[in-house]
């Protein structure tokens, strides 16, 4: 297995089943199926994916890990990301909080978001928002600084953070390109307020 091949074919559905009929088998009765193309040599990550969450819902989360383990093994944040997540549904938080930071370390920007949303759902709030502070102009990162921030009654500061560093004139992260019109910072602080309202 190699995650550049990985990352293909999910991305085209090329040399895989496709996760609508993985599903569509998996409510037919043919979990056999599934589970074979799952723990395949050259596996199908489609149906490794709901074969671990199948298996993680009947409690049994290390099979489930097991399944995930080759995928993993290759550095694909995909596989590292859904394992992750089946860590933290099970209450294993650190467990997936470790296997997420080496992925945010090298610098992959989901595995970052996830890692400080991780990070201050376990009480370590200050450290996401310390990992996230440096990266505001990217909008999946200023997505969970706003979470992270309200969550830590810093709302208010990292309103006045956004609205300086997205505002117009600078570079803009949803347009990809110079912000003429403060869209950003008005999406950004916008969701701020409606998250200190709710």
């Not at 992959?108 to 928002?129: I, P, T, V």
């Amino acid at each position: 297995m190699d995650a550049a091949v990985l990352h293909r074919r999910t991305g085209m559905h090329d040399e895989c089943v496709p996760p609508d009929l993985v599903d569509r088998l998996l409510a037919l009765g043919h979990a056999d199926v599934v589970r074979g193309q799952a723990l395949a040599e050259d596996g199908d990550w489609f149906c490794a994916r709901a074969w671990a969450r199948l298996l993680a819902g009947r409690d049994a989360l290390d099979e489930a890990l097991e399944v995930l383990a080759p995928y993993v093994g290759t550095g694909w944040w995909t596989a590292a990301a859904e394992a992750a997540r089946l860590l933290d549904a099970a209450g294993r938080g650190e467990e997936a909080i470790s296997l997420v930071r080496p992925f945010a370390a090298d610098g992959e920007r989901s595995a970052l978001h996830d890692l400080a949303l991780l990070l201050a759902r376990h009480g370590q709030g200050e450290e996401a928002y310390e990992l996230l502070l440096p990266h505001t102009t990217d909008w999946l990162i200023a997505e969970a600084l706003v979470e992270v921030g309200v969550g830590l009654g810093r709302g208010e500061e990292v309103a006045a953070l956004l609205e300086a560093r997205l505002a117009p004139g600078n570079a803009c992260p949803r347009c990809d390109s110079m912000c003429r019109t403060g869209c950003c910072a008005a999406a950004s602080v916008t969701s701020l307020q409606a998250s200190r309202a709710s």
